[in-house]
């Protein structure tokens, strides 16, 4: 069954670079949720997506921005990158009755910045 | 704001020994609840739900049930297995609220041949 699927799996940058994580959601979901995980840290939840809207915002630093395109696949861009924007980054999707199925994760971007 | 709330780890446990990891959560609406687990290295992975009180989640031998008057969903399993050492994440979401998922801080479980 296709899954979520993130790329790129890792990603390098320097301080004050851009970068570009890009998620595709699962066929049919319309919800995609993008996460920071910090190491040793819980998922946190960064922004959401329904339909192709921003539907929801969490802890997300100005410095960050996403989008979801009309294909529903959606990239979170980060720029002026700071080391503490070190982290794992997962994107999930769903859809909208959450009875039958949840969400469904990515295998997440772990971003290092050096 | 609603929250998550898991007992510490990281937890060590025997083989075939019994494995609780409590799980509270605060809500103003009825959400529904998640346990996740997590593998070194690797992503989120679904472990059970339950979507509306006295539902009982399970898969792969682990249970969890959304107890409602006590505002928890305690993950257990009977024998643990080395191969079920990972982060085990509890979390919730109300789709009246957006949907998102909050988290607990993770319990780490580490099962000993």
């Known amino acids: 069954a296709a899954g979520v699927i993130q790329s790129p799996r890792h990603l390098i940058k320097e301080k004050r670079e851009t970068a570009t994580l890009k998620c595709y959601p699962i066929?049919?979901?319309?919800?995609v949720y993008w996460y920071q995980q910090g190491p040793g840290q819980d998922p946190q939840f960064l922004i959401s997506?329904?339909?192709?809207?921003?539907?929801d915002k969490g802890s997300i630093p100005d410095r960050f921005s996403a989008q979801q395109f009309s294909d529903y696949h959606s990239e979170l861009n980060m720029s002026s990158l700071e080391l503490g924007d070190s982290a794992l980054y997962f994107c999930?999707?769903?859809?909208?009755?959450?009875?039958?199925?949840?969400?469904?994760f990515g295998s997440g971007t772990r971003l290092t910045v050096v | 704001g609603d929250s998550v709330t898991q007992m510490e780890g990281p937890v060590t446990l025997s083989e075939e020994a019994f494995l609780t990891i409590n799980c509270t959560y605060t809500?103003?609406?009825?959400?529904?609840l998640f346990w996740y687990v997590q593998y070194p290295g690797e992503g989120l992975q679904l472990l059970l739900k339950?979507?509306?009180?006295?539902d009982k989640g399970s898969n792969k031998g682990f249970e969890a049930t959304y107890r409602k008057e006590t505002t928890s969903f305690h993950l257990e399993k009977g024998s643990v297995q080395v191969s079920d050492s990972a982060v085990y994440f509890c979390?919730?979401?109300?789709?009246?609220?957006?949907?998102?998922?909050?988290f607990g801080q993770g319990t780490e479980l580490s099962v000993k041949p």
């Open positions: 979390a919730l979401s109300d789709r009246n609220q957006g949907g998102k998922l909050i």
């Open positions: 339950a979507t509306k009180a006295d």
């Open positions: 809500a103003t609406g009825y959400p529904s």
């Open positions: 999930a999707s769903s859809p909208l009755n959450l009875d039958n199925y949840g969400y469904t």
């Open positions: 066929p049919r979901h319309d919800t």
């Open positions: 997506f329904y339909e192709k809207m921003q539907s």
